[in-house]
């Protein structure tokens, strides 16, 4: 006699969810991964970003790899713009497939600000906070180089970034995406001005944790413009850690509990944590590294970092995130959530080819075969 076995559909990951007016399908969330493939001068989003985007539009949300606001926030090789019109007008292809596809799509919004280097600003100074060398590495047509001491970044000039990033969220409207996400993750421009170390200003944007939050709040508001308040995500790594400028101590977790708490009055569509990683490979990442936010955001929480099917569908069972993202999952399995809802094994990416160009690595993953042994 056959046995009906029951199926793997009913997990919480596969269960719709709000996300600031975005009905998203399930919660398996596509988190940002640049890949360095817009390879033309123009930082042109190409043919391949609609085929690699497309054929991950089964996610309950995409968001793209971290994208420039402008020429000065540059500090990668062959990472796409949203500051041209031909930039925007390639995006507004990749959207539309995803869109055709069923899928949503928001586009995160990046600026490297310190990290950055001259061989990406045509011999110019990358600008930051304050004279402070990041110590950090950048990715440079000639391999990974050393940071350099940046400019101190002028009142005017804070002026003009706040403006360019809510230039480009209302392109990124224009190119039709479902949102915008602020990148404010790593040891990039929005955390350099949040962190103590590296911002030493006395001005307006800094002295005193209140002041080092005043960047990030005002782009937070200038994105949310275009999009009437909505719509508009933010993304956090409190517990980063790299140099000796980025360490993830008490004082800067009482920093990032403030910087949450005072998102709540802003318009943010979601939270998305990145938390510190698992203790040990292959173990589950630490839910109260998340809880800590969770009590403190009004709003929907994303989490990621080291997450598996097992672990994702756990936080959301303990009401800790309302989603999960997985970056690595996603760059291996075009076909994640169908993975995940029938308990396939993802298969492992290949690291080395995270940023060559071209098609290999990047749209040549295959879907899983779905059928069984059973004839
Ligand atoms: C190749 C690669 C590129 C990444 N690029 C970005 C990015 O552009 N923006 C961002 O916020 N995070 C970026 N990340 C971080 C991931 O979004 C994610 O936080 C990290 O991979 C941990 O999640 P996972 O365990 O699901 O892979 C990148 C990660 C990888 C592996």
Not at 319 to 347: C, K, M, Q
């Amino acid at each position: 006699m056959t046995t009906i076995q029951p199926t793997a559909l009913d997990q919480p990951l596969l269960r719709p969810v709000d996300l600031g007016g975005l009905r998203l399908p399930n919660r398996i969330v596509m988190a940002p991964a640049t890949r360095a493939r817009a390879a033309d001068p123009g930082l042109v989003p190409t043919r391949l970003h609609a085929v690699y985007y497309g054929q991950r539009a089964t996610a309950g949300l995409i968001v793209t790899e971290g994208t420039w606001i402008g020429e000065q926030a540059i500090g990668f090789v062959d990472v796409p713009g949203i500051y041209s019109e031909e930039q925007t007008a390639g995006w507004r292809r990749v959207t539309d497939v995803v869109h055709a596809l069923g899928g949503r799509i928001v586009l995160q919004l990046w600026h490297t600000g310190a990290v950055s280097h001259p061989d990406h600003l045509g011999g110019g100074m990358p600008a930051g906070p304050s004279a402070v060398d990041p110590h950090e590495t950048t990715y440079t047509r000639g391999g990974r180089k050393e940071t350099v001491t940046p400019r101190a970044m002028t009142l005017t000039e804070i002026e003009r970034t706040v403006s360019d990033y809510g230039a480009a969220a209302e392109n990124a409207r224009r190119a039709g995406f479902d949102g915008v996400e602020v990148h404010a993750l790593g040891p990039f421009l929005i955390p350099q001005f949040l962190n103590p170390r590296l911002n030493l200003r006395t001005d307006a944007y800094g002295n005193g944790p209140a002041g080092r939050r005043r960047l990030l709040l005002e782009i937070v508001d200038a994105v949310a413009a275009p999009w009437a308040g909505r719509c508009v995500g933010v993304r956090l790594s409190p517990y980063w850690t790299s140099g000796d400028r980025f360490t993830a101590d008490e004082a800067t977790l009482a920093d990032y509990d403030d910087v949450v708490t005072e998102l709540n009055d802003r318009s943010v569509a979601y939270l998305h944590l990145r938390g510190p990683g698992p203790a040990a490979p292959g173990a589950a990442p630490d839910p109260a590294a998340f809880a800590r936010y969770r009590r403190r955001f009004d709003g929907p929480l994303i989490v990621n970092h080291g997450f598996d099917r097992a672990s994702g569908n756990a936080v959301i069972e303990a009401g800790i995130a309302d989603a999960v993202s997985y970056a690595t999952h996603f760059i291996a399995n075009p076909d994640l959530v169908a993975r995940f809802a029938l308990d396939r094994e993802p298969s492992a990416g290949d690291p080395r080819t995270y940023y060559v160009g071209g098609a290999a690595g990047y749209v040549d993953y295959p879907v899983a075969e779905w059928g069984d042994e059973t004839p």
